[in-house]
Each structure stands twice: as structure tokens, then as C-alpha cells.
């Protein structure tokens, strides 16, 4: 199973919004729901901040929001912060018990 | 809170073996699947295994299948991964990650994505 294809950067204002793409098969992203993002800063553990393609976790600003198209998988993320400023990771079930992630997206807010 | 706490990491060379724990508290143990997941330098993130709440199924990637095998205690909330025949690959910081759903709600259901990490543990396999 290959990975999750997304774009190795992006880049935004504070204020702006940014879309994030996470591109799979119609075996993975296609198909199944559990379609995660997780932000990881610098040294840290990854954070959940969308799972089943669209859902929040309580505590994750509603400026996160997913979405998904066909195979492709999106992240939004609005109203810019600075604290935003991290790498960002895709996931999702493939079947046959096996979890495939996207190579990572690095945010910037300039 | 809940706390996932991973221990085991070290400079190993190849061949050898390693096994990691990763000590859980703060939630019912056993009403959980648990997953490695592994992170190499610089570079991305990869599901490693699961082992069912109950320690009765476990599943894994293709790169470690017939090298690592993943259990529990749940006598002992702890998690653990054997590494066998370690490569220089298999070089990562290692997480130990909770799925986000329980038992209780869902059956045996495995969802696959996580809602808490544990800190990690850095594995190197270099002679």
C-alpha cells in the first residue's frame, strides 16, 4: 500500500485559510471514513485534530475543519494563527488491518 | 489524565533484538486497542501494529510482519513491542498510541486513528 500523497508545504497569513490536500485510492481515502489529520510541533507528539474525515475532537478549534472529495482528503484550516505553524499528517484505513499516513505537509505562517 | 509513557529505546545494532513497553494510566486499559506507531528522523509517520483490547488479535505493517510482535498485560497496564532481527530501517522514534474508541461502546471495533500519544522512545540500529 503506498503512501498518502500530500503536498510537502504550505504557507499562509495570519488570517488567511489554507487547504491541505491528502491524496489516496479509492481502496483507502475513497472507501473507508476513518480519515484522520494530526498536527505535530517541533519535539512533540502528533495531536489528533480531525478523525472520520470531518469530525472535531473537543478542545480543537472549529477553525480546523476536514472534508473529503473522490480520493482526496482536506485539511482547512482558518483564520490563521501563528500557533498553527506546524507539520501535518493524513491517515487512513486501507483495509486488511493496515493504517497508511500521508508524507507530511509543513505549515508556515508567514 | 490519560498517560501513555514509553520506555525500551536505546542504540542497538543490527540483528538484534529490543523489546519496548509503554506504561498506561488514567483510563481503563483494558477497554482499549493500542498501536505503535513509528516516526524515522526527519521523515514521516508509519502504523507499526495493533493488539485488540483483549490482547486476542493483533495486526502489522508488512515492513515488520514475522519481526515484531506486539502484546499487553492487562493485569499490569502495559503495553509492550518485541523487535527482532532489528535493521537499520527500523531506526525511529516509536509511539505507543491509544485508538480512540472503546469496547465498551463499540465491540471489538479497531477504528484506526488515535486520540493520545505517548511521548516516544528513539530507537537507533547501527553497528
Known amino acids: 500500500q503506498s503512501a498518502l500523497t500530500q503536498p510537502p508545504s504550505a504557507s499562509g497569513s495570519p488570517g488567511q485559510s489554507v487547504t491541505i490536500s491528502c491524496t489516496g485510492a479509492?481502496?483507502?481515502?475513497?472507501?473507508?471514513?476513518?480519515v484522520s489529520w494530526y498536527q505535530q510541533h517541533p519535539g512533540k507528539a502528533p495531536k489528533v485534530m480531525i478523525y472520520e474525515v470531518s469530525k472535531r475532537p473537543s478542545g480543537v478549534p472549529d477553525r480546523f475543519s476536514g472534508s473529503r472529495s473522490g480520493n482526496t482528503a482536506s485539511l482547512t484550516v482558518s483564520g490563521l494563527q501563528a500557533e498553527d505553524e506546524a507539520d501535518y499528517y493524513c491517515?487512513?484505513?486501507?483495509?486488511?488491518?493496515?493504517?497508511?499516513f500521508g508524507g507530511g505537509t509543513h505549515l508556515t505562517v508567514l | 489524565q490519560v498517560q501513555l509513557v514509553e520506555s525500551g529505546g536505546g542504540v542497538v545494532q543490527p540483528g538484534r533484538s529490543l523489546r519496548l513497553s509503554c506504561a498506561a494510566s488514567?483510563?481503563?486499559?483494558?477497554?482499549?486497542?493500542l498501536h505503535w506507531v513509528r516516526q524515522t528522523p526527519g521523515k514521516g509517520l508509519e502504523w507499526v501494529a495493533v493488539t485488540s483490547y483483549d490482547g486476542s488479535n493483533q495486526y502489522y505493517a508488512d515492513s515488520v510482519k514475522g519481526r515484531f510482535t506486539i502484546s499487553r498485560d492487562n493485569s499490569r497496564n502495559t503495553l509492550y513491542l518485541q523487535m527482532n532481527s532489528l535493521r537499520p530501517e527500523d531506526t525511529a522514534v516509536y509511539y505507543c498510541t491509544r485508538d480512540r474508541v472503546d469496547m465498551i461502546t463499540f465491540g471489538g471495533l479497531i477504528v484506526y486513528d488515535f486520540d493520545y500519544w505517548g511521548q516516544g522512545t528513539l530507537i537507533t540500529v547501527s553497528s
Open positions: 488514567g483510563f481503563t486499559f483494558s477497554n482499549y486497542a
Open positions: 491517515s487512513s484505513f486501507a483495509g486488511n488491518n493496515n493504517l497508511i
Open positions: 479509492r481502496s483507502d481515502v475513497g472507501t473507508y471514513n476513518y
